[in-house]
């Protein structure tokens, strides 16, 4: 996939912006808090339709502006189109609109239009943060490629949110233990295909990581992406595929013996939205035992192969955002995750020093300067 075209109105602090984009490899550069991370957040936000760094999307408006927009056009193996997020005020709330090619599209229509790996500082969270963040990174590989995922996702939550909220007025009322069964089989099937999903990509996603990693290690150190499944007694490393019909047994199952806990708490206290991945590096926790050094290149693996399995996926390379990593990378690291993109994926850079990027035939540079871009 390739961007061809950024268009920005009242996002951050780019008031009106049109930037044509024709390099595979495009360096932004300039002085702290100048607007590059934006521009990449902007990408970010028009693929996704939510930002990397905040949950607040208000944030992205730009200070005392009310409306914002986002465009980006792009060509994929099927031509070229036009995402547009618009976030503007409809009867004194906000909403947003997302539309494809002029046409207004759902959320969950608008994931995977066009594939974007992020790889920002924060992503070293993916190592040291908490479980959701792990759980997060897994979700948004998956639902890249499958929008089936995507609804998953969206169900469950829904699904969870009912099945609590029962829990609690069982709690303060009288349980009705026809209607929690309802629920526990309700949970139980959906929970089934997720972590089915899951399974089978992540047994993809540690092989990929696993050589990338070897590969940025010189084939000293092994990294290991498991999944950890939270059980009713403790959490397991869980690398079999069972059937979906096994699955749903064993939540059904871990369920049934749990709900008197989890009407007293009024919560469900298993299921994917507990679960976690473990990370090792020859054997050893990379979270509690890894140098910063080794958590950052475990971190930087997981996002190759990130990028590698959407291009498995989908036929085609994603396009690469990285913010602010080549000035954390020393030169060999720095030597090989250029080595790595080269002439395959589109890729978009920010840096304080433009001269950390060797200068190629296919880069192109822009100065970013108080929101604003000028090439060259
Ligand atoms: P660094 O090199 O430090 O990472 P940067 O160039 O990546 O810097 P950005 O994070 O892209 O910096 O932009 C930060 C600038 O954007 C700051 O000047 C900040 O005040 C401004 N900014 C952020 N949000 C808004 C907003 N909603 N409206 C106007 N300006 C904003
Ligand atoms: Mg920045």
């Known amino acids: 996939m390739k961007i061809q075209q950024i268009s920005l109105i009242n996002f951050r602090n780019y008031q009106n912006l049109n930037l044509q984009i024709d390099g595979l490899v495009n360096v932004f550069y300039g002085n702290n808090a100048q607007g590059k991370t934006n521009i990449l957040e902007s990408i970010f936000y028009s693929a996704f339709g939510m930002s990397h760094r905040t949950?607040?999307?208000d944030d992205l408006v730009k200070m005392s502006c009310r409306e914002m927009a986002a465009e980006v056009t792009f060509n994929n193996l099927y031509g070229d189109h036009t995402l547009r997020v618009k976030r503007q005020?409809?009867?004194e709330r906000m909403k947003k609109q997302i539309s494809l090619d002029d046409n207004v599209i759902k959320?969950?229509?608008?994931?995977?239009?066009?594939?974007?790996?992020?790889?920002?500082?924060e992503d070293l969270q993916i190592v040291k943060g908490e479980p959701a963040l792990r759980r997060r990174f897994l979700d948004m590989e998956i639902a890249q490629t499958n929008r089936y995922y995507y609804g998953l996702l969206v169900k469950y939550n829904r699904v969870l949110q009912q099945r609590n909220k029962f829990l609690k007025d069982a709690r303060e009322n009288v349980l009705d233990h026809a209607q929690l069964e309802v629920w526990n089989k309700e949970i139980a099937n959906v929970a089934a295909e997720i972590i089915t999903l899951r399974l089978k990509v992540l047994k993809k996603i540690n092989s990929i990581a696993g050589a990338?990693?070897?590969e940025i290690t010189n084939q000293k150190e092994e990294l290991v992406v498991n999944y950890e499944l939270k059980t009713n007694s403790s959490a397991i490393i869980c690398s079999q595929e069972d059937s979906l019909e096994c699955w749903r047994e064993w939540y059904l199952a871990r369920l049934r013996e749990r709900q008197t806990l989890d009407?007293?708490?009024?919560?469900?206290?298993?299921?994917?939205?507990?679960?976690?991945?473990?990370?090792?590096?020859?054997?050893?926790?990379?979270?509690?035992?890894g140098s910063q050094g080794q958590q950052r290149s475990g971190a930087l693996a997981l996002k190759l192969a990130e990028m590698e399995y959407v291009k498995k996926e989908a036929g085609e390379y994603p396009v690469l955002l990285l913010d602010d990593v080549m000035s954390e990378l020393d030169s060999e690291r720095r030597k090989q995750i250029l080595n790595f993109i080269d002439g395959r994926v589109q890729t978009f850079i920010t840096v304080n020093d433009k001269n950390l990027i060797p200068e190629l035939a296919c880069n192109r540079y822009f100065c970013v300067s108080e929101g604003s871009i000028c090439e060259g």
């Open 89 to 91: 005020n409809v009867c």
């Open 212 to 214: 990338i990693y070897k």
């Open 263 to 289: 009407v007293l708490r009024g919560s469900t206290g298993i299921g994917p939205h507990r679960d976690d991945l473990s990370i090792t590096v020859n054997e050893n926790n990379l979270r509690a035992f």
């Open 55 to 57: 949950g607040n999307e």
């Open 107 to 121: 959320s969950k229509e608008h994931y995977g239009t066009l594939n974007v790996v992020m790889f920002s500082p």
